[in-house]
């Protein structure tokens, strides 16, 4: 009995570690060069926007806030996808950068 509580807590706690990888680039993307209203229409919208020294923006999303309709339907919304998207003054995403990397975020990033 012990032996099998000790493999069902082993197992219980590699699912559920996250490991989390430094901070990554992304080179392609649907929303890269688009208009950032684009990426919040099919993802929902960013939580925090913090303002650049070329008139843009430094936007940051997470894939479990702003879409509240995907949130109430999902229960497993940890782990989440992280993503930081830098706009320049017209708003257009000039580089999209992973935060926190799941597999949701291949999803928001088609």
Same mark, same amino acid.
């Given at each position: 009995?012990?032996?099998?509580?000790?493999?069902? @807590?082993i197992f219980l @706690?590699?699912?559920?570690?996250? =490991?989390? +990888?430094?901070?990554?680039? +992304? @080179?392609?993307? *649907? /929303? &890269?060069?688009?208009? $950032? %209203?684009?990426? #919040?229409?099919?993802?929902?919208?960013? /939580?925090?926007? #913090?303002? $650049?020294?070329?008139?843009? /923006?430094?936007? =940051?999303?997470? %894939?479990?806030?702003?879409?509240? $309709?995907?949130?109430? *339907? %999902?229960?497993? %919304? =940890?782990?989440y996808c992280e &993503? #930081? &998207?830098?706009?320049?003054?017209?708003?257009? +995403? #000039?580089?999209?950068?992973? *935060?926190?990397?799941?597999?949701?975020?291949? /999803?928001? $990033?088609?």
């Amino acid at each position: 009995m012990k032996k099998i509580i000790l493999i069902i @807590t082993i197992f219980l @706690t590699g699912c559920a570690t996250n =490991y989390s +990888v430094a901070p990554q680039d +992304v @080179t392609k993307s *649907l /929303y &890269l060069n688009k208009h $950032l %209203s684009k990426f #919040e229409m099919d993802n929902g919208f960013c /939580y925090k926007r #913090e303002p $650049l020294a070329n008139g843009g /923006y430094k936007n =940051y999303w997470r %894939s479990d806030k702003g879409n509240i $309709l995907a949130n109430a *339907l %999902s229960w497993d %919304s =940890y782990p989440y996808c992280e &993503l #930081e &998207l830098d706009t320049n003054k017209a708003g257009i +995403v #000039e580089r999209i950068k992973i *935060l926190e990397d799941d597999i949701k975020c291949a /999803y928001a $990033l088609k």
